[in-house]
């Protein structure tokens, strides 16, 4: 903080809109990419296949190549509880990091939910009830998703169903409650419920759980449920990239309003690829017009590095392969992480789209140790306030080697995807020097 009256710059965030509209990347991309395939014929899905699973407008969205589906109204008014969520020029951070660069945050912290899970749990659940659905079941790891999912439920009307990865179950007990106070159930993953469950329990008695496991737990509920529940899943599909495109399209807007010349860099975590796809199809098709030059990074954690080090092929979604297959950078389906704090970044393959983006070079990605991400979220924090969620570090980090490397001052967004206030005994232990990287 400069202590300078003549040093101190106000800058006003100018009023951005919510989009009207989602937008679909597929609609501009150079080339297709593959498409997902059942896995007993290794044909291409159908609507057909994915019906028992999804309603009927996220199985059309699915498999869209559309530019742009309209926001229905109820779902543009949850939104505009939180949104547009704030772009703010972060000069205590560049401060503190003593560079030229200007650097902005578009924070999803701001949400009710905390993060930017609610920008696709809201639709999600708006469709089903649509539909006559009555439950949806779903899996989570640090809670999220799982409680994103659980108040989109209370304010549509469903019963909401979670089956959380038992390493998160044991240890992070508030997300849950939170879950729990919005009405949703939780089960423990894997659980005795459910076929798949019981043999992992068989396979692996003494397995913490993962995000596959858990997904062919919520998957397998909806598929016998006989048509009352439906699956939602908070990441990897392309509904849910293209739900996310209301960040990247307030942050196009916001951006040209404070940097005419737009940004030099763009960097976004992934888990599964929604918050950055969300963020950063909208300025990549800026890119691919022409009207913007900005390098786009994908942050991931060194102890979960899909993309950095996954091979790109055709894969499972989860343990018990009862989803599609997805072409995307994946680590093998049977990959269980080390338990770093940013559980949201635990999945062992990419969003399809992220990933044939990456492949075909239009962006690209890096991996950070959890020290240093947890390192740009205590710089954050102190310099600006706001206390990042560990997932979110991975990008902060990134960005800030990017200036550092830097000799001439950038442009730079970094996409804070969440706050974390309940990741609290994770920035205790950093900062009582207790954290170690887990590879
Ligand atoms: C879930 C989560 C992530 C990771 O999920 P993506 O689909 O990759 O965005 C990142 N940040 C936060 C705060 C999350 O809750």
């Known amino acids: 903080m400069t202590l300078n009256p003549a040093d101190a710059q106000v800058i006003e965030s100018p009023t951005t809109h919510i989009p009207t509209h989602w937008y679909n990347v597929v609609a501009d991309l150079p080339t297709p990419p593959a498409p997902m395939l059942n896995p007993a014929t290794r044909e291409p899905v159908t609507p057909g296949e994915l019906a028992p699973l999804f309603a009927s407008e996220l199985v059309r969205q699915e498999l869209s190549t559309e530019r742009w589906t309209e926001i229905p109204a109820p779902v543009r008014e949850a939104y505009a509880t939180y949104r547009p969520t704030p772009f703010i020029r972060a000069l205590g951070l560049e401060r503190a ?28 659940a708006y469709y089903n009830k649509l539909d006559g659905i009555t439950t949806l079941t779903t899996e989570t790891g640090a809670g999220q998703w799982g409680a994103a999912l659980a108040y989109a439920g209370a304010l549509f009307g469903l019963d909401v169903d979670v089956y959380q990865v038992r390493a998160s179950f044991d240890s992070k007990p508030y997300r849950r409650y939170l879950m729990e106070t919005y009405g949703a159930t939780v089960h423990s993953s894997p659980s005795e419920l459910t076929e798949s469950g019981r043999a992992m329990r068989e396979r692996f008695p003494d397995t913490t759980g993962s995000l596959g496991m858990a997904i062919s737990e919520a998957v397998e509920v909806a598929a016998k449920s006989g048509g009352s529940a439906h699956y939602a899943l908070g990441s990897v599909l392309n509904q849910v990239i293209l739900h996310q495109s209301v960040i990247g399209q307030e942050a196009v807007d916001q951006l040209r309003q404070m940097e005419p010349e737009g940004a030099d860099a763009v960097f976004g975590c992934v888990g599964g690829g929604s918050n950055f796809g969300g963020l950063a199809f909208p300025i990549l098709r800026e890119v691919l017009r022409g009207r913007s030059h900005a390098r786009i990074v994908a942050c991931e954690p060194t102890a979960c590095p899909s993309i950095t080090k996954g091979e790109f092929r055709y894969d499972a979604g989860d343990v018990a392969g009862m989803t599609p297959l997805m072409q995307m950078y994946t680590l093998g389906v049977d990959f269980v992480p080390s338990p770093i704090h940013a559980g949201g970044l635990r999945y062992h393959g990419m969003s399809p789209l992220v990933s044939h983006v990456v492949h075909e070079g239009l962006m690209s990605a890096t991996a950070i140790t959890q020290t240093d991400a947890f390192a740009a979220g205590v710089l954050t924090a102190r310099s600006q306030g706001i206390l990042p969620a560990p997932e979110s570090t991975h990008a902060i980090a990134a960005a800030l080697d990017y200036v550092r490397a830097q000799e001439e001052p950038r442009v730079v967004v970094i996409g804070v995807s ?22």
């Open 418 to 439: 969440g706050h974390g206030h309940l990741d609290l005994p994770a920035y205790a232990s950093y900062v009582h020097g207790e954290l170690t990287d887990l590879e």
């Open 97 to 124: 990091v003593g560079t030229r660069s200007r650097i902005y945050l578009k924070y999803e912290g701001v949400s009710p939910l905390g993060s930017h899970k609610l920008n696709s749990s809201l639709p999600q």
